[in-house]
């Protein structure tokens, strides 16, 4: 079964410009998160979907930054303009219903895409 | 505000050795707990939830414990290798709400 997978691994873009990073979660999930860690610091919640619908956004840092899940299935996270302090490794994480009986919520988390705004 | 802290920062031990992660959190009201471990330039990977019912979980050479009343949980790694070298996060979920609180990690080294 594959894992959670992220795109790109690795992007470098100026100040200003626009990015687009994608999440495909595992197969099923209807779970998916998005979080982020800045140099030194601690990863920090961005948001959580629930199918297609944003279940928690009260990670999200403003208005530059948009997330969607098309179809309840991969989900991107755009960055519109870009900032110097929006560099980072943003991870995506996904996990089963968490509160059916029987099921398990641990979060698998991908590999991560590293951003550095220049 | 849920915040999460993990002591030491960084370890070193030499192999063989059995050690223990301590990760303590401010609001015990926790839904569940979970361990990762993350390699240079990796993602996580879990390696054991504790839900905020249970007392521990093993995993082979790995056992978190959780006391949710005093907010602390340990992760204990039985006869260390060198391949146990990683960064060790503990994240809770708090309440109802699906996000993770992290900590900032114990950077362990296993030397030979």
């Known amino acids: 079964e594959a894992g959670v997978t992220q795109f790109p691994s690795h992007s470098v873009i100026e100040k200003g410009q626009t990015v687009t990073l994608r999440c495909d979660p595992i197969?099923?999930?209807?779970?998916l998160y998005w979080y982020r860690r800045v140099m030194g610091k601690e990863i920090k919640f961005l948001l959580h979907?629930?199918?297609?619908?944003?279940?928690?956004e009260s990670g999200m840092p403003n208005n530059r930054f948009l997330a969607e899940r098309t179809g309840g299935t991969y989900s991107t996270l755009k960055v519109q303009p870009a900032e110097l302090e929006d560099s980072g490794v943003y991870f995506c994480?996904?996990?089963?219903?968490?509160?059916?009986?029987?099921?398990?919520?641990?979060?698998?988390f991908g590999p991560g895409t590293r951003l550095t705004v220049l | 505000k849920q915040e999460v802290t993990q002591i030491p920062a960084a370890l070193s031990v030499p192999e063989g050795e059995n050690l223990v992660l301590n990760c303590s959190f401010t609001?015990?009201?926790?839904?569940?707990l979970q361990w990762f471990r993350q390699d240079p330039g990796k993602g996580l990977t879990s390696l054991l939830l504790?839900?905020?019912?249970?007392r521990e979980q093993t995993s082979g050479r790995l056992n978190a414990s959780l006391d949710k009343s005093s907010g602390r949980s340990t992760l204990y790694i039985a006869a260390s290798q060198p391949g146990d070298s990683a960064t060790y996060l503990c994240?809770?979920?708090?309440?109802?709400?699906?996000?993770?609180?992290f900590g900032t990690g114990t950077r362990l080294q296993v030397t030979l």
């Open positions: 994480a996904s996990s089963q219903d968490g509160f059916s009986r029987g099921s398990t919520d641990t979060q698998y």
């Open positions: 197969s099923g999930h209807d779970n």
């Open positions: 979907f629930v199918k297609e619908s944003k279940q928690d």
């Open positions: 609001d015990s009201a926790i839904y569940n």
């Open positions: 504790i839900q905020s019912s249970q």
């Open positions: 994240a809770v979920r708090h309440g109802t709400a699906s996000k993770l609180t």
